[in-house]
T-cell receptor
Framework: DTEVTQTPKHLVMGMTNKKSLKCEQHMGHRAMYWYKQKAKKPPELMFVYSYEKLSINESVPSRFSPECPNSSLLNLHLHALQPEDSALYLC?????????????FGPGTRLTVT | GQNIDQPTEMTATEGAIVQINCTYQTSGFNGLFWYQQHAGEAPTFLSY????GLEEKGRFSSFLSRSKGYSYLLLKELQMKDSASYLCAVRGNTGKLIFGQGTTLQVKP
């Protein structure tokens, strides 16, 4: 199983809503990542979890709150988002953080903030 | 600073060979990755180079010159399904992947 799954595939939310994005992998990977990708732009790293601990926070606004309940799951909690936060949110995982470990990406959640 | 440059768009003909270049200036170097991304889909891993030279994997090859801060992705026997965006990404000292802007390749019949 070399798959990273993400739910939901699409999400439309208002600026006062609270929602969560979910990511799951069963490859035994110990590093998991959240990226944000705008149209025709490359993915931008948001957060990295290594062995279930937050390793990197790329100065992401607090309206995005990551959570890693266990080694297979990664959540991104959303609250009071802005329209400019509309983007494709990609989850990725790798065997470990650092050196050569290719990242496997999930299909993404396309988020629209109205 | 960190900078990764790739051409924005390229066009090639089915059956031909195309080379997508990537130049980089980063704080440290711990490997260079190429990813393929079809519109609306997730990036998929194509290749990894950490030592100078050519890595070949089927129709795809990737080359690295660390002294020149340069890599290329070579696609042979192009197929229509190769139309996609190709992302060059460098892992720097912090361990993060830094992506280039991507090259959109259009393969024409």
């Amino acid at each position: 199983d070399t798959e990273v799954t993400q739910t939901p595939k699409h999400l439309v939310m208002g600026m006062t809503n609270k929602k969560s994005l979910k990511c799951e992998q069963h490859m035994g990977h110990r590093a998991m990542y959240w990226y944000k990708q705008k149209a025709k732009k490359p993915p931008e790293l948001m957060f990295v979890y290594s062995y279930e601990k937050l390793s990197i926070n790329e100065s992401v606004p607090s309206r995005f709150s990551p959570e890693c309940p266990n080694s297979s799951l990664l959540n991104l909690h959303l609250h009071a988002l802005q329209p400019e936060d509309s983007a494709l949110y990609l989850c990725a995982s790798s065997r470990a953080e650092g050196a050569f470990h290719e990242q496997y990406f999930g299909p993404g959640t396309r988020l629209t903030v109205t | 600073g960190q900078n990764i440059d790739q051409p924005t768009e390229m066009t090639a003909t089915e059956g031909a060979i195309v080379q997508i270049n990537c130049t980089y200036q980063t704080s440290g170097f711990n490997g260079l990755f190429w990813y393929q991304q079809h519109a609306g889909e997730a990036p998929t891993f194509l290749s990894y180079n950490v030592l100078d030279g050519l890595e070949e994997k089927g129709r795809f090859s990737s080359f690295l010159s660390r002294s020149k801060g340069y890599s290329y992705l070579l696609l042979k026997e192009l197929q229509m399904k190769d139309s996609a965006s190709y992302l060059c990404a460098v892992r720097g000292n912090t361990g993060k992947l830094i992506f280039g802007q991507g090259t959109t390749l259009q393969v024409k019949p």
